[in-house]
């Protein structure tokens, strides 16, 4: 007799999505559908996407999305949450949306202890442009606008959106992970599901960063950009748990 | 019923809660203030949200939200915030969001005057936000006009699924005078089946975007904004004719300065000039026929056009009438407001160049 061992989270439909062969976006996804339908909030769960690759997600959730203008999802997901506040609502942004253009929303729905979820994907690079340069690519990584290297003198150093958003008191959870192997993609899931459940408590606003891939705007292959992910990234954006705000029992 | 003395902000709140506005996101800007400051007492009382929002930006994003998720929200600001909020806007079209906001009008360009001022009619008729799209504009003569018209604006948003502007000058705002609260017609307003709060019970997902990657399917889309913009040029069209029967010259203008226009025009009766105002309440939709029709009247010599701008409602007024008749202009700008005397001194020496 068969038996199933694996198959589609119910939190995803079934239709194809449009990110290239090893973008981790597609990986994440699929966690965060895991951990909504074992919380068993797919009914009423609303997700805010962002402009950048992940643009089309309320198109790939079995649950309710709304897309929001550039960088401007936790104000979306502010006008939800207030006046909805039994509803979980996360955000799911990129970096140039969050870290650049969406800098001064994510970081005063941060400072307010906004009671939604956001994840936050840092490939470090604008993917869907075509690979401009982001608040997060690395020093000397090239991109089609820094084409010799990012250079700190003309740029500055990337931003570490986790560690920044945790120095003001409303963030009550930020932790940063990656999906580049097994142990690595059930710790972010782990981490997922407690951003949810502290949402859920109403404990404050709680965030997860995932280093993620761009193989096609890296030029590599998906491999060596998982690869890269661990050793160079997560050098400069070190994973573990950044905040953790404990609440008295 | 009895008649009450409001401020005009706080009578445009006040009617907002009592036309069911349970959201509302604002910023701190003169000359409004007293709408944020009053909501943020009174929303909580009502059962409804108030947040000060981080920027202007923020606030019509977070009007957005609430919109996405069935409820109704405004946003209030005033010139320079407005071309913030211009985003949002856009966005609010293109998902087909209700919401109301409030200009206040100030003297521009820039950071320009706190002083009141109409020179936002391009921004609010001709280009709400980028891309092909329109708005309902409102602009009230009278703190009663702009109670009644802010109650309106939540059910015209509602029915069109479209943003409603009340376009005010700051006036407006600061005036203070008595008002009548009004029972509101109860009107049949479609269901929110769109909103996004949560699956329906057959697993039915809700994606509010204002994203369509097909072209062909954008163009159709835009097809059927047109549409409703049809609709509303057909429905929604409201203007106020005074002393037009008999009019040698009609005086076009609107809020405030229609009723400065007003006074001139009485003025100047007594003098033995019969001078009319005709006042658009809607800016978008225009009422272009009604000007058209009363300025066609054999009487007329003159449609003069009197605004705080340096002439862009003018441009209505010249497109209705094609020609017809002579269209001058007046205006006084940068939150300067024009008197009653400058106004019929324009009157007259218009009348006596089409004598010479």
Redesign the interface.
């Given at each position: 007799m068969s038996k199933i061992v694996y198959q589609r989270s119910p939190g995803l439909?079934d239709v194809e999505t449009h990110y290239c062969p090893g973008c981790h976006h597609g990986i994440v996804h699929k966690l965060i559908a895991e951990v909504l339908t074992e919380m068993d909030l797919?009914?009423?769960?609303?997700g805010?996407c962002p402009v950048g690759c992940s643009?089309?997600a309320?198109?790939y959730?079995?649950?309710?999305?709304?897309?929001?203008?550039h960088g401007?999802a936790p104000?979306?997901?502010?006008?939800?949450k207030?006046?909805?506040p039994q509803?979980p609502v996360f955000t799911y942004q990129g970096d140039g949306d969050l870290a650049s253009i969406g800098a001064?929303?994510i970081?005063?729905a941060a400072m307010r202890g906004e009671k939604f979820t956001t994840i936050f994907i840092n490939n470090a690079i604008y993917g869907m442009t075509g690979g401009q340069m982001a608040p997060t690519t690395l020093e000397g990584q090239k991109s089609t606008t820094s084409q010799s290297g990012r250079d700190r003198a003309l740029h500055g150093l990337p931003v570490r959106m986790a560690e920044l958003l945790s120095t003001l008191d409303g963030m009550a959870y930020a932790e940063r992970v990656c999906v580049a192997d097994i142990p690595n993609l059930n710790k972010a899931k782990r981490a997922i599901k407690k951003a949810f459940t502290l949402q859920q408590e109403g404990i404050g606003f709680t965030f997860i960063e995932v280093l993620s891939t761009c193989p096609t705007n890296w030029g590599m292959s998906p491999v060596e950009s998982g690869q890269w992910v661990k050793s160079t990234m997560s050098q400069y954006y070190p994973l573990g748990v950044i905040k953790d705000v404990e609440v008295p029992a | 019923m009895q008649k009450e003395l409001w401020k005009g902000n706080e009578a445009i709140a006040e009617a907002a809660v009592r036309a069911g506005c349970k959201a509302y996101f604002g910023y701190p800007i003169t000359p409004q203030n007293e709408i944020p400051e009053y909501m943020s007492v009174r929303m909580p009382q009502a059962g409804g949200v108030f947040l000060q929002a981080e920027s202007e930006v923020a606030a019509i994003n977070m009007v957005y939200g609430a919109a996405a998720a069935g409820v109704r929200a405004m946003t209030s600001s005033s010139s320079p915030g407005i071309s913030l909020k211009q985003e949002g806007i856009s966005y609010l079209i293109g998902a087909e969001l209700p919401a109301v906001i409030i200009n206040m009008m100030r003297g521009g360009p820039g950071l320009g005057t706190i002083q009141a001022g109409q020179s936002d009619y391009f921004q609010a008729t001709r280009s709400p936000g980028h891309g092909d799209g329109h708005m309902i504009v409102l602009a009230p003569a009278s703190i009663q006009e702009a109670a009644d018209l802010v109650a309106e604006a939540f059910d015209l948003a509602d029915i069109y699924r479209n943003p409603v502007m009340i376009l005010a000058d700051g006036m407006i705002g600061q005036m203070m005078e008595p008002i009548v609260w009004r029972e509101k017609k109860p009107v049949e307003l479609p269901k929110k089946d769109w909103a996004a709060t949560g699956r329906e019970a057959d697993g039915k997902t809700h994606f509010v975007t204002s994203l369509r990657l097909q072209s062909a399917q954008n163009e159709l889309f835009n097809q059927e904004l047109m549409d409703k913009y049809q609709l509303m040029t057909q429905q929604e069209i409201r203007w106020e004719a005074h002393d037009c029967e008999d009019a040698q010259i009609i005086i076009v203008a609107y809020g405030t300065t229609a009723r400065i226009c007003q006074s001139a025009a009485r003025k100047l009766r007594q003098e033995g000039i019969r001078a009319g105002v005709f006042r658009p309440i809607s800016l978008w939709p225009y009422p272009y026929e009604a000007l058209r029709a009363l300025a066609a009247q054999s009487a007329v010599q003159s449609v003069l056009t009197v605004e705080m701008s340096l002439g862009q409602m003018v441009e209505d007024v010249r497109l209705a009438l094609g020609g017809l008749k002579p269209t001058p202009f007046y205006g006084r700008t940068g939150g300067m407001i024009p008197e009653t005397d400058q106004v019929a001194d324009q009157v007259r020496q218009i009348l006596q160049e089409v004598k010479a």
């Open positions: 439909k797919l009914d009423s769960a609303v805010v643009v089309l309320g198109d959730f079995n649950c309710d999305f709304i897309e929001a203008a401007r104000a979306v997901a502010t006008g939800v207030r006046t909805h509803l001064a929303e970081m005063h | -």
